[in-house]
């Protein structure tokens, strides 16, 4: 069986990626501007340091959402950065 990558585009480099290497937000309807799950419109950016700033330092998350993100928002996408980098070298 071969399951195609479900692809999504970094809002802050452009490049096209495969949706489990990216990061996603989501402005859910009812609980704002959430990581990980919540419906309604979604945004995507790199796990890398680079893109997670260029996202926060040119609102390209706000843009891309059409909505204000906090910069707790922020910090915990550093988070998830960060959880992401340890696990990865774990093996
Ligand atoms: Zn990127």
């Known amino acids: 069986m071969s399951q195609s ?3 999504r585009r970094c809002v802050a480099c452009k ?3 495969d949706r489990k290497y990216l990061l996603r937000v989501t ?11 919540g419906m309604g419109r979604s ?7 680079s893109c997670l ?3 926060w330092k040119r609102k390209r998350l706000q ?7 906090c ?6 996408l550093q988070k998830q950065l ?3 980098i340890d696990s990865d070298t774990e093996a």
């Open 15 to 17: 490049k096209v990626l």
């Open 71 to 76: 910069s707790s928002v922020f910090n915990m």
């Open 63 to 69: 843009k891309a959402l059409r909505c204000n993100v």
């Open 27 to 37: 402005r859910d309807f009812q609980n704002g501007v959430v990581l990980y799950g």
């Open 43 to 49: 945004a995507y950016v790199c796990r890398t340091e």
């Open 53 to 55: 700033e260029e996202a």
């Open 82 to 84: 960060n959880t992401c």
């Open 5 to 7: 990558p479900i692809l």
